[in-house]
């Protein structure tokens, strides 16, 4: 509605295509920067907070497991699982991040196939997880791997709706995966 109102306006008053165009794209361009640094600055808060007490956050339930992967002593990806709460059959991958520095090289396709055999030895019939819409390259990676989006929602948290800020979530079925 407002970009609308910004082309209208910007249309009648310029009596030119272009500066509307151009306004417009540029609002849509900070509005996406906006929401980035909104889901960095959460990830990131989210992270520390956990990261804080690993063993709290992560290793209190039964089959609930936390994991590094390690270059030359340097810690540069992480994954947690923990029983899911609304699917009792189905374990949830949880915090999977990679350094910037370190992507492209596997290691999150390693990390997501620890927590599925970790869940598959388990007993478990399924692994699942959200991610945001933001996070495009987290979903070809999960998408890549056999994971199946099985559903979206908005969170309710206030700025999450003025941004209609998505969450997808994904479920790998164990039974029909293989190694």
């Known amino acids: 509605m407002v970009l609308m109102c910004t082309f209208c306006a910007l249309l009648t008053t310029s009596k030119s295509f272009l500066l509307p165009i151009l306004a417009v794209t540029l609002l849509l361009a900070g509005a996406r920067q906006f929401v980035l640094k909104l889901f960095n600055n959460y990830v990131n808060t989210s992270l520390r907070k956990d990261l804080n007490n690993i063993s709290e ?66 007993g478990y019939l399924a692994v699942i997880l959200c991610t945001s819409v933001v996070q495009t390259a ?29 969450t997808f979530q994904y479920r790998l079925d164990l039974q029909a995966d293989t190694k």
């Open 57 to 122: 956050a992560y290793m209190k339930q039964k089959d609930s497991c936390f994991w590094v992967a390690e270059i030359d002593g340097l810690v540069v990806g992480m994954v947690a699982c923990l029983p899911s709460g609304s699917a009792p059959e189905c374990m949830e991958l949880k915090r999977m991040s990679v350094r910037h520095s370190h992507r492209r090289m596997g290691i999150a396709k390693v990390l997501c196939q620890t927590v599925a055999d970790f869940a598959r030895d388990r």
């Open 138 to 166: 987290a979903q070809k990676l999960y998408e890549g791997m056999g994971y199946v989006k099985i559903g979206e929602f908005i969170r309710p948290v206030f700025y999450r709706k003025i941004m209609n800020l998505i």
